[in-house]
């Protein structure tokens, strides 16, 4: 028996990688800080009252990995789910191998506009403490994937998009 094996092997050369670090978990403490002062401002109400309503916050993340995960089964994708789901502004998800630029883009933009969507919705259900907390948690939650959203403009249509560890890598193959 005559076995005939193909095998591509391409290598990648890195264009540009983006990484959520120190500076940006800062920045966005700060914004929630500055939200919740907004908050407070706008419903006249001590911001030790609001802090409480953080507690709404804990389900951005997970709109966020439920819509990744719908988005990439539908599209007969192989979604990954990694151990950084913690700390990681993806919140562990991604692809295992690289995907087309045009995949991340589609994804990336359904992940927001969905996370974005169910705010919105629960906003009118939700005190109004809550849903201002839900509202502003999910911009500033959302800023990792937007900024690496936009930064993959800058990006040839022809690369492909890694994902890694607190951040992702835009590639060029050579093949």
Do not use: N
């Not at 419903?43 to 030790?48: C, E, G, I, N, Y």
């Not at 705010?119 to 809550?130: D, F, H, Q, R, T």
């Amino acid at each position: 028996m005559k076995e005939s094996m193909h095998q591509t092997i391409y290598s990648y050369k890195l264009l540009y990688r983006f990484r959520w670090r120190g500076v940006g978990y800062l920045t966005q403490l700060l914004l929630i800080g500055l939200s919740l002062i907004g908050s407070s401002l706008l419903l006249d109400t001590p911001v030790v009252h609001l802090i409480v309503s953080l507690a709404i916050l804990p389900v951005i993340p997970v709109c966020h990995l439920l819509i990744f995960r719908l988005y990439a089964k539908l599209r007969l994708q192989k979604p990954h789910t990694t151990a950084d789901m913690l700390v990681s502004p993806w919140w562990g998800t991604g692809y295992r191998l690289p995907v087309p630029i045009r995949l991340y883009r589609t994804t990336e933009g359904t992940v927001l506009a969905g996370s974005l969507l169910f705010s919105g919705a629960a906003y009118v259900w939700l005190p109004m403490e809550y849903g201002l907390a839900l509202l502003a948690g999910t911009f500033i939650l959302a800023l990792p994937r937007v900024l690496a959203l936009l930064a993959s403009l800058r990006q040839p249509k022809s690369c492909s998009v890694k994902y890694e560890e607190r951040g992702v890598a835009f590639l060029l193959t050579d093949g």
